[in-house]
């Protein structure tokens, strides 16, 4: 058995086995995965670079690692991030230690790179691997927030309201609208097409008020969002009456808990116009059918970063840990830098759901 990188004369077979790991585990991306967004997400990425290694048993391809690199800082330093995703290994070699070779691998191989810190979220199968033999430390859970808008349906789903269920449907989604909140005078929503140039900025500058976080320029917002294949994104502002940006949001519909979802996937304000973002998310959600093209049963957000508490100030209830069906985790090492305790406190980074790979 063999582990090394995975040449690009072999990347076809690498598409046809993630494929198939991802149907037989039943994975929420599983459906909508082709080789045209493996391609996105691992060569057409902003960085052109991605470190892509395999497990090779008898020349056949039988696990995969990917760790794609993106342009981020510590602080107000130029930084390189590596975010670990993508890892499996075939059935016919789970519990064996195949999995735990093959990420030790990996790990060892960046961290004598370029990169300078490496970054994931893993399941519940792997937490204990990158834990225990790679290195990594906690750094947070991300808070997960959601927003009721349909709930008898997610009542019949079995989804936890926490004890808000027992109130009845319809008083929890009239309680949900009670905290609706509109634009403040003269403000208004707008469709945005593109991640323009003061679209980037609005989401570059935000993101560093906390000192770890990938550069959200125009040019990773435009790849992210725009040129990813599948359902399309949904990209709103709140502007003044004058036509300043206030705030910026990003939407998605999706399904989760068999029901239908609208995620919010990134987010963005002016110092001190947490109202405008507050307002826009508010009024997208209780609108959906105009603004997105569909009803939604409900709202989800999650991540870590300075406006999220707020959103409980328009409805959103928060979900509890130990309540949440795929809690998110971010793991993370140092690699070329050593930026100290600092790493491993959740106050000091921005994540979205922009940054985990299934969405």
């Known amino acids: 058995m063999e582990i090394s990188k995975v040449e690009p004369a072999r990347y076809g077979e690498l598409v046809q086995l993630i494929s198939s790991i991802l149907t037989e585990t039943e994975a929420h991306n599983a459906a909508r995965f082709t080789e045209e967004v493996w391609r996105w997400r691992y060569v057409d990425l902003p960085s052109h670079d991605a470190r892509i290694y395999g497990v090779f048993d008898s020349d056949r391809l039988a696990g995969y690692y990917h760790a794609p690199i993106f342009d981020a800082r510590i602080g107000g330093e130029p930084k390189r991030f590596a975010m670990v995703q993508d890892v499996a290994v075939d059935s016919s070699l789970r519990g064996q230690g195949v999995f735990r070779r093959l990420a030790e691998f990996a790990t060892a191989d960046l961290a004598a790179s ?6 994931t979220f893993p399941n519940d199968r792997s937490i204990h691997t990158f834990e225990k033999y790679n290195e990594y430390d906690k750094v947070a859970p991300l808070s997960t927030h959601i927003l009721p808008i349909n709930s008898k349906k997610l009542i019949a789903r079995r989804v ?7 109130f009845g449907a319809a008083a929890v989604d009239a309680t949900a609208r009670a905290f609706a909140l509109s634009p403040a005078g003269g403000q208004v929503i707008t469709r945005q097409r593109l991640f323009s140039g003061r679209v980037g900025e609005l989401f570059s500058d935000y993101a560093k008020s906390r000192n770890f976080a990938i550069n959200r320029d125009a040019d990773y917002l435009n790849w992210r969002f725009g040129l990813k294949p599948g359902p399309e994104h949904f990209v709103y502002s709140c502007d003044s009456p004058s036509g300043e940006m206030l705030a910026a949001a990003v939407f998605k519909l999706d399904t989760l808990f068999d029901a239908h979802g609208l995620l919010l996937m990134d987010f963005a304000h002016t110092p001190g116009n947490e109202n405008a973002l507050s307002a826009l998310i508010s009024q997208v959600a209780h609108g959906s059918q105009a603004f997105v093209g569909a009803e939604v049963d409900f709202v989800f957000a ?6 999220l508490p707020s959103l409980k100030r328009i409805g959103f209830l928060p979900v509890p840990l130990r309540a949440n069906p795929r809690p ?4 993370a090492r140092s690699a070329a830098s050593h930026p100290g305790p600092a790493l491993f406190e959740g106050e000091n980074w921005h994540v979205t759901l922009a940054d985990w790979d299934v969405f």
């Open 114 to 119: 370029d990169v300078d810190l490496i970054y």
């Open 160 to 166: 936890n309201l926490w004890g808000f269920e027992k």
């Open 302 to 307: 999650s991540g870590l970063a300075d406006f």
């Open 328 to 331: 998110l985790n971010l793991l």
